[in-house]
Nanobody, 124 residues
Framework: QVQLVESGGGLVQPGGSLTLSCAAS????????IGWFRQVPGKEREGVSC????????YYADSVKGRFTISRDNAKNTVYLRMNSLKPEDTAVYYC?????????????????WGQGTQVTVSS
């Protein structure tokens, strides 16, 4: 069964940093673009960042540009999201998702696979 498993969430103070991981299994990971999304209860899902299959292209939402960095290690079937200078408004459940086309990732989908999410809370 295909799996995407997020980890690395937690509670952090404003201005702090976290690194999220998205570990994939049981599909050809290096054929897929991976996106990070976040959602707060009662609000629409927001696209955060995408990375192409070869890591040659990346995308960031304006709200995180300059603070977040997406990367991937295809040998480990893992995508990372380094989050610096965190703000309370970054509080959300963060999900990773996979699809075959970078443009579709940037457009918000559709996606072939989704993870279960990891909670990030930014609070003093």
């Amino acid at each position: 069964q295909v799996q995407l498993v997020e980890s690395g969430g937690g509670l952090v103070q404003p201005g702090g940093s976290l690194t999220l991981s998205c570990a994939a299994s049981r599909f050809t990971f290096d054929y897929y673009s991976i996106g990070w999304f976040r959602q707060v209860p009662g609000k629409e899902r927001e696209g955060v960042s995408c990375i192409s299959s070869s890591a040659g292209r990346t995308y960031y939402a304006d709200s995180v540009k300059g603070r977040f960095t997406i990367s991937r290690d295809n040998a480990k079937n893992t995508v990372y999201l380094r989050m610096n200078s965190l703000k309370p408004e970054d509080t959300a459940v963060y999900y990773c998702a996979a699809n075959r086309f970078f443009a579709s990732c940037v457009a918000g989908g559709p996606f072939d696979y989704w993870g279960q999410g990891t909670q990030v809370t930014v609070s003093s």
